[in-house]
C-alpha cells in the first residue's frame, strides 16, 4: 500500500479496525460486555453528555492510532532502478606444503607462494562488491571453507587463516575443482542445465596426484554445466628455495626442492571451459592474471535498489497510547460513570 512517499508494511493490520464498529454495535445490543476493551462501558449510552463522550473519542482514536502503527508506516526515500554486475564466483586454493616454497618477493622479503597471493585474492574480492564469493581449498582433500556469500569482509578473514599443512598433503587438483562446481549448482540460474552468470578460478602450484577426479573429468563436469574456470599456474619453474622445520614447527633451514607444475593440465581445463590460463611467477604476474579475469567476466543486469526507508511506528503507535490512557482517565471521573450523565 504506496501513498506517494509514504507506504505500509504490514498493510492488513487496518482490517483490525472493522472491529471498533462491531463492539459498539455488539455493545448496543447486550447488557454485559462483549468485549474487554478499556472503559468500553462508557460506548453508546444514549445519556452521555458532551463531556462523557470525550472517553469514547479517546478509544476510538487511540485504537486507530495503534492499529495504524501495527501496519508499519514507512517514509520511501529511494526509489531508483540500477544497473548492477554481478556473479557467483568460486576460488579453488590449493595449500599443498609446496605453497610454502620461496619464490615471490615484495620490497626486498622473500614471500611463500600463498603469502604472495593472499592480498591479490582480498584485492579481488573488494573489486566486486556485488559478486558473491566463495572458496574451497584443497591439498590430498578438498573442503568448502566458505559457500557463496555477499558477506565479503568475514570472507577476508576466512582467507587470512589459510595455512600450507591445514589439510593433509598431496594434491588433489580434480577434487579441488569438482568441490567449487558443486557449490555453484544452482536451479534457479539454469538454462537448458547450464548454469548462468558463474564462474570459478582455480590456484594451484603442482600436478594432480591424488583425488577421486582427475583435472580432466572435472573441466568436463564444468564444461557441461557451462561454468568457464580461470587457471592460475602460481610459482616458479625449476629449483626454488623451500624452509625446513622440525618437529616443533620450528623453522631449522632452507632446502632447494623441484617446482613441478602441471602447466598442460591447467591449460586444457582453462580451454576446455571457456576460461583462460595464467602463469604467476611473481607478484606482479599474479595481479596481472586477478586484474584479467576481474575484466573479462563481467555481467549486467537490471535490479531495483535497496529501498531505504524510515520506520514510523512510535510516532504512530505513542500517540496512540498516550490517548488511550487520557480516555482511560476520563473514563474515571464523574462524568463517565454510569448514572451521572
Known sequence: ????????????????????????????RRRIAVLLVPF??????????????????????????????????????????????GYDIMLAIDLSGSMLAEDYESGGTRLNRLQA??????????KRPNDRI???????????????????DWLKRQLERLRPGMIEDRTAIGDGLGVALTRLEQT???????????????????ANNHGALTPSQAAQIAKSRGVPVYTIGAGRAGI??????????????????????????????????GGRYYRAADSDTIKSAFAAIDQAEKIEFQAKSHLLTTELFPWVAAPGLAVLLVGALLARQPWGKKGTA
Not at 625446513?244 to 620450528?250: A, L, R, S
Request: hydrophobic share 45%; aromatic share 8%.
Open 1 to 28: 500500500m504506496n501513498f506517494g512517499d509514504y507506504t505500509f508494511g504490514e498493510p492488513l493490520w487496518f482490517l483490525a479496525l472493522l472491529a471498533i464498529p462491531l463492539i459498539g454495535w455488539l455493545r448496543g
Open 40 to 85: 468500553a462501558a462508557a460506548w453508546h449510552r444514549p445519556s452521555l453528555t458532551a463531556l462523557s463522550r470525550w472517553p469514547v473519542v479517546c478509544a476510538v482514536l487511540g485504537l486507530v492510532l495503534l492499529v495504524t502503527g501495527l501496519a508499519r508506516p514507512q517514509r520511501v526515500e529511494d526509489k531508483r532502478e540500477v544497473n548492477a554486475k
Open 117 to 126: 597471493v593472499k592480498p591479490v585474492i582480498q584485492a579481488f574480492i573488494e
Open 134 to 152: 566463495g572458496i574451497v581449498v584443497f591439498a590430498g582433500r578438498a573442503y568448502t571453507m566458505s559457500p557463496l556469500t555477499f558477506d565479503h
Open 188 to 206: 534457479s540460474r539454469e538454462e537448458d542445465g547450464r548454469r548462468q552468470g558463474a564462474f570459478a578460478v582455480l590456484l594451484t602450484d603442482g
Open 240 to 273: 626454488v628455495p623451500m624452509p625446513v622445520f622440525d618437529e616443533q614447527g620450528n623453522r631449522v633451514g632452507t632446502r632447494r626442492m623441484l617446482s613441478d607444475i602441471d602447466e598442460d593440465a591447467l591449460r586444457n581445463i582453462a580451454d576446455n571451459t
